[in-house]
């Protein structure tokens, strides 16, 4: 087994010391990573390769320039192979660093500081993965079947719904995203903000579709207009993949 690419980012020597039984490569292909999936998102779709239990940036499920004009290309460019990209490498590292505290080979004192790094870089990681998937050049209609009797249900109408979800959208302080999602409990939906990319998500909870409203979205094309971005991205939502994601939940959760 090769170790993964971006090892250098820890003390070898320490990693070595740590792991010298099985070799660090046999440590991170133990069968228990198998990959399961996460969000209703396949290990595939994550860009998940079970064999070194790291991510790799998986592609945009459509050419960068597939959603203009409502999200232009250079835009949707950047926003992948920096921001995402960077995402997915910080998620790696922190899963390595959090490897070697559990198998003795790290800082324990450090273990606060990885586990915030994985809750950042893990979460920014599936919610791009989930960004790009509730888009869609042929994207921008209504919800149909039972999705969009769940928001006639819950919000009254799907235009109660957008007018909602667009608003927590335009409101959110600085960086972060708008989710409708499906709390379990109730069985029910429900429009939430998101602070950064991880926090005030309700544990449990399943996140449906998902609008990034970081400045990095957006500001080359709306520049300070969030709002004209927002009315942008309701005209490119993959609605099949939001209705494949909440049948497939509620299959979980009758
Ligand atoms: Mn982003």
Redesign the pocket.
């Known amino acids: 087994m090769s170790p993964a690419p971006n090892r250098s980012t820890i003390d070898r020597r320490t990693a070595l010391g740590a792991v010298a039984a099985t070799g660090i490569g046999t440590l991170l292909a133990r069968p228990s990573l198998g990959g399961q999936g996460v969000a209703g998102l396949s290990a595939a779709t994550l860009g998940y390769q079970p064999a070194m239990g790291e991510y790799t940036l998986p592609p945009l499920p459509y050419p960068a320039e597939a959603l203009e004009p409502h999200i232009d290309a250079q835009t949707m460019t950047i926003?992948h192979t920096r921001?995402?990209a960077a995402y997915v490498r910080g998620l790696n590292i922190a899963l390595q660093q959090l490897d070697l505290i559990r198998t003795g080979g790290g800082d324990p004192a450090l273990v606060k500081h990885w586990s915030r790094e994985l809750s950042f870089h893990g979460s920014?990681h599936v919610n791009?993965a989930l960004?790009w998937n509730c888009m869609s050049p042929d994207g921008g209609d209504e919800p149909a079947g039972p999705l969009a009797e769940a928001i006639e249900r819950d919000f009254g109408s799907y235009n109660a719904f957008a007018a909602q979800f667009r608003l927590a959208a335009e409101t959110v302080e600085g960086g972060g995203w708008a989710w409708l999602i499906h709390e379990p409990l109730g069985g029910r939906l429900m429009i939430i903000q998101q602070e950064k990319q991880q926090d005030m998500m309700i544990t449990g909870a399943r996140p449906l579709l998902g609008v990034?409203v970081?400045e990095?979205?957006y500001y080359l094309r709306y520049q300070n207009r969030r709002a004209e971005y927002v009315g942008a991205f309701m005209r490119v939502i993959n609605w099949r993949f939001v209705e494949r994601l909440y049948q497939s939940t509620v299959a979980a959760h009758p």
Request: charged residues 10%.
């Open positions: 926003h921001h995402h920014g791009h960004f990034d970081w990095h979205a």
